[in-house]
Nanobody, 115 residues
Framework: QVRVVESGGGLVQAGGSLRLSCAAT????????MGWYRQAPGKEREFVAR????????HVADSVQGRFTVSRDNNKNTMYLQLSSLKPEDTAIYYC????????WGQGTQVTVSS
């Protein structure tokens, strides 16, 4: 059974950086896609980034293009999200999801960006 756990969130000033991690257990991530979503207070959960398997290029949402980078280390069974040039509107809980059947979500990690 797949399980994912996020880490790396915290409080950072605008313009700063963070690296989020999503560690998976129960099955190798080398044969399934994973993604990042976020949910800000009072808003719906939104797509942030997706890391494919098998060599397909990763994809990030237009709203974070050029600032966020998604990557994975199959040997460590971990996906990462590098957040740079952070803005107050990036404040949200960031969730990791394993694209298996059914999808498996983590508990989330809080990112707070102060102005």
């Amino acid at each position: 059974q797949v399980r994912v756990v996020e880490s790396g969130g915290g409080l950072v000033q605008a313009g700063g950086s963070l690296r989020l991690s999503c560690a998976a257990t129960g099955r190798s991530i080398s044969n399934y896609a994973m993604g990042w979503y976020r949910q800000a207070p009072g808003k719906e959960r939104e797509f942030v980034a997706r890391s494919e398997w098998g060599g397909t290029a990763p994809h990030v949402a237009d709203s974070v293009q050029g600032r966020f980078t998604v990557s994975r280390d199959n040997n460590k069974n971990t996906m990462y999200l590098q957040l740079s040039s952070l803005k107050p509107e990036d404040t949200a809980i960031y969730y990791c999801v394993a694209d298996v059947t059914p999808p498996v979500w983590g508990q989330g990690t809080q990112v707070t960006v102060s102005s």
